[in-house]
């Protein structure tokens, strides 16, 4: 079984000032972890993504994410907010090497603020 | 290249009635996957194809949905009856490899209401 939980619902920032967007996985195999970018009536697009290579990951319009296997968490940084960063978020999981199923997190809603 | 297109993008029906989804994947694309996206709820995968063959439809009420790939390539997802708890987004996304092994891409998008 596999789940993830994302930590907070709503997160707000001003424009210039780092972004973390939390995430915890559970599962039970190797994971692959990935988040998505979802802007209102626009399809989700991928940010970044994690299949067991490199912990810290990079990956579009400056975002990247740190595998932390003690911690069994995934959490994503940007080091300054800027306003078209405002969107939902989606922490998503998956079994490496097989073709399971994504398994979506609740959302984080990124608020940024002048 | 060219995205995963869908349509219709908004749809209005009301209970009891049925109703169609279309989706064209990136072209070479074998994998095929819908999901029902509940407001203020992640994406649940419905059901995913790998050419014209069902790989995963644990999750598809089949008492009410129906999805066919015939030809490996587009799908149609149907729901016959509608209920109001039906009211949701279904993406469709396609992959050219399996959910780990490859990036999914996903379409815009159809907005269902079931009034």
């Known amino acids: 079984a596999q789940s993830v939980t994302q930590l907070d619902s709503h997160v707000s920032v001003s424009e210039g000032t780092p972004v973390l967007l939390r995430c915890n996985y559970s599962s039970s195999y190797s994971p692959s972890l990935f988040w998505y970018v979802q802007h209102p009536n626009k399809g989700l697009q991928l940010l970044l993504k994690?299949?067991?290579?490199?912990?810290l990951v990079k990956g579009i319009n400056g975002f990247e994410a740190e595998f932390k296997k003690s911690e069994t968490s995934f959490h994503l940084t940007k080091p300054s907010a800027h306003m078209s960063d405002a969107a939902e978020y989606f922490c998503v999981v998956t079994v490496t090497g097989t073709a399971s199923k994504l398994t979506f997190g609740t959302g984080t809603r990124l608020q940024v603020t002048l | 290249e060219a995205g995963v297109a869908q349509s219709p993008r908004y749809k209005i029906i009301e209970k009891r009635q049925s109703v169609a989804f279309w989706c064209n994947p990136i072209?070479?694309?074998?994998?095929l996957y819908w999901y029902q996206q509940i407001l203020g709820q992640g994406p649940k995968l419905l059901i995913q194809f790998q050419n014209n063959g069902v790989v995963d439809d644990s999750q598809l009420p089949k008492d009410r949905f129906s999805a066919e790939r015939l030809k490996g390539v587009d799908s149609t997802l149907k729901i016959q009856p509608a209920k109001l708890e039906d009211s949701a987004v279904y993406l469709c996304a396609s992959s050219s490899q399996g959910a780990a092994g490859g990036t999914q891409y996903f379409g815009p998008g159809t907005r269902l209401t079931v009034l």
């Open positions: 072209s070479g694309h074998a994998t």
């Open positions: 994690y299949t067991s290579a490199a912990t």
